[in-house]
T-cell receptor, first 115, second 115 residues
Framework: GAVVSQHPSWVICKSGTSVKIECRSLDFQATTMFWYRQFPKQSLMLMAT?????????EQGVEKDKFLINHASLTLSTLTVTSAHPEDSSFYICTIPGGSKNIQYFGAGTRLSVL | AQTVTQSQPEMSVQEAETVTLSCTYDTSESDYYLFWYKQPPSRQMILVIR??????QNATENRFSVNFQKAAKSFSLKISDSQLGDAAMYFCAYRTLNRDDKIIFGKGTRLHILP
């Protein structure tokens, strides 16, 4: 069964509104989760590392105030796209590293469409 | 910083034939993991095969095998007896063994299977 639950799978919102995406670890506690963004027909670009109990670590060029990450528990990380604009439309994927270094669990992704 | 390069944006192969997808990477680390992921139209990432850098033997998973050339920093994927279900986007990925834990993806190769 699924190890990672990502919700919602698809969201459409109006420009200027905020959208929250959830990533849940179903089988184990996750102190770290990763958020990626994928533009159509492009690769996955790491946005930030979500750290349980502390601030997220953002990659260069990613706006912290735009993409708010909260990792309040060992099983849940949320990504909030604030004041969304059409250019924020994309596919967002969360991943959770497994106990072994060669394991990475992927959420099913969230397609965000901003009108 | 590590980089992953996939020089073939698209490839086509006849059903039942063999195809090789190329991947090169750049790193100063001596130990790491390499992966090939498949992303079908559903966009759910699927692990195809993985290779630990300290292992000289090339990884094999059924019809999928890799040619890992550590000195050349090359990690190609060979798909034998190609099937229609193999049509997807394939991403080569690198994972560091340091505390970062993050995965770096190549730009991907779209594989078409011709019936």
């Amino acid at each position: 069964g699924a190890v990672v639950s990502q919700h919602p799978s698809w969201v459409i919102c109006k420009s200027g509104t905020s959208v929250k995406i959830e990533c849940r670890s179903l089988d184990f506690q996750a102190t770290t989760m990763f958020w990626y963004r994928q533009f159509p027909k492009q690769s996955l670009m790491l946005m930030a590392t979500s750290n349980e109990g502390s601030k997220a670590t953002y990659e260069q060029g990613v706006e912290k105030d735009k993409f708010l990450i909260n990792h309040a528990s060992l099983t849940l990380s949320t990504l909030t796209v604030t004041s969304a604009h059409p250019e924020d439309s994309s596919f967002y994927i969360c991943t959770i590293p497994g106990g072994s270094k060669n394991i990475q669990y992927f959420g099913a992704g969230t397609r965000l469409s901003v009108l | 910083a590590q980089t992953v390069t996939q020089s073939q944006p698209e490839m086509s192969v006849q059903e039942a034939e063999t195809v090789t997808l190329s991947c090169t990477y750049d790193t100063s680390e001596s130990d790491y993991y390499l992966f090939w992921y498949k992303q079908p139209p559903s966009r759910q990432m699927i692990l195809v095969i993985r290779q630990e850098a300290y292992k000289q033997q090339n990884a094999t998973e059924n019809r999928f095998s890799v040619n890992f050339q550590k000195a050349a920093k090359s990690f190609s994927l060979k798909i034998s007896d190609s099937q229609l279900g193999d049509a997807a986007m394939y991403f080569c990925a690198y994972r560091t063994l340091n505390r970062d834990d993050k995965i770096i993806f190549g730009k991907g190769t779209r594989l078409h299977i011709l019936p």
